[in-house]
């Protein structure tokens, strides 16, 4: 009889190269395979505090994942910051998805933080990003209280998130340049703002970076790559929504001209926009362990700030 794992497998490559003709309906197919997995991850080891507010707004409130009964030394911190195109999404689906990216980093020794923030349209440019800064800047100054060490913060943004994270490093004009963050890894993010044919979700990046469509190169991050010495992963999946992989290989060059040496790159295989985060704390271990790498290589080089 063939394992969950198999039929995984044959899944994703039956929809490989198809994902981009219609990504709605091969993600709703994806988030229901991977669901029973999910639901039957082990959890009982890992403590989570519920809808801390970082704000006013109902949206501005963050989950905090840390392993029950660890030991007293203080843990590096994952900030995770959830996708949706812009104007949807939460930090926690139905279904168990993005907690379970926050329970495989609790397993690995991180305190994880699942960040929600407010959409488009209620917000435009640079709201979410706001958003953002005001939770890192409550994780610097409480996250040690949950056994996370402020010192030690990494960022990781999925898709519209990923974008929100690139601009919170990146971006001068926001005045952020990723204060209290030591890393950031950037999952199937639109580094370019665009209303092309082939972008699917041209109404939500309008709904987000306004009409102006003159405007959009000098709010999205790929204009500012230059503008930050943080170490950056960058990963997309083979299978990706039309042009986030380009996106994200311009965005590794023009890092690597400005730094004069490339920076981590991954394209995940098999794997495609949805899938790449389903699969964290099922028996698939892809990504999750590159992204460990990269960390562990970063916060003991990194410098102090």
């Known amino acids: 009889m063939p394992t969950r794992a198999n039929s995984i497998d044959k899944l994703l490559s039956n929809i490989g190269p198809k994902w981009h003709t219609d990504i709605r309906y091969y993600s709703e197919i994806i988030k229901e395979a991977y669901a029973p997995l999910i639901a039957a991850s082990p959890k009982q080891d890992i403590t989570v505090t519920r809808d801390i507010a970082y704000g006013q707004h109902a949206r501005q409130v963050l989950d905090v994942f840390s392993k029950t009964g660890d030991d007293l030394n203080a843990k590096p911190v994952i900030v995770f910051v959830h996708g949706g195109a812009f104007v949807r999404?939460?930090?926690?689906?139905?279904?168990?998805?993005?907690?379970?990216?926050?329970?495989?980093?609790?397993?690995?020794?991180?305190?994880?933080?699942?960040?929600?923030?407010?959409?488009?349209?209620?917000?435009?440019?640079?709201?979410?990003?706001?958003?953002?800064?005001?939770?890192?800047?409550?994780?610097?100054?409480?996250?040690?209280?949950?056994?996370?060490?402020?010192?030690?913060?990494?960022?990781?943004?999925?898709s519209a998130g990923g974008t929100h994270v690139a601009s919170y490093v990146f971006d001068p004009l926001l005045g952020h340049l990723g204060q209290h963050a030591k890393a950031a890894v950037l999952m199937c993010a639109r580094l370019r703002a665009d209303q092309s044919p082939e972008n699917p979700n041209t109404p939500s990046v309008k709904a987000?970076?306004?009409?102006?469509?003159?405007?959009?190169?000098?709010?999205?991050?790929m204009a500012y790559a230059a503008c930050s010495s943080m170490p950056v992963f960058i990963i997309n999946a083979e299978f990706e929504n039309p042009l986030l992989d380009v996106y994200g290989l311009e965005f590794a060059h023009r890092l690597g001209q400005a730094r004069r040496r490339s920076p981590r790159y991954l394209s995940a295989r098999r794997h495609n926009h949805m899938s790449i985060l389903a699969h964290f704390n099922t028996d698939e271990e892809t990504v999750g362990p590159e992204i460990v790498d990269f960390l562990d290589q970063t916060f003991s080089v990194s410098p102090k700030r």
């Open 208 to 221: 987000y970076f306004g009409d102006d469509i003159a405007a959009y190169e000098t709010k999205a991050p």
């Open 89 to 158: 999404g939460d930090k926690c689906l139905p279904n168990g998805m993005y907690d379970n990216v926050l329970y495989w980093f609790a397993k690995q020794g991180f305190v994880g933080i699942n960040l929600e923030y407010r959409l488009a349209p209620e917000v435009a440019f640079p709201g979410a990003v706001d958003d953002l800064a005001m939770g890192i800047e409550w994780a610097a100054n409480n996250i040690a209280a949950h056994g996370g060490d402020p010192t030690r913060i990494a960022l990781v943004g999925h």
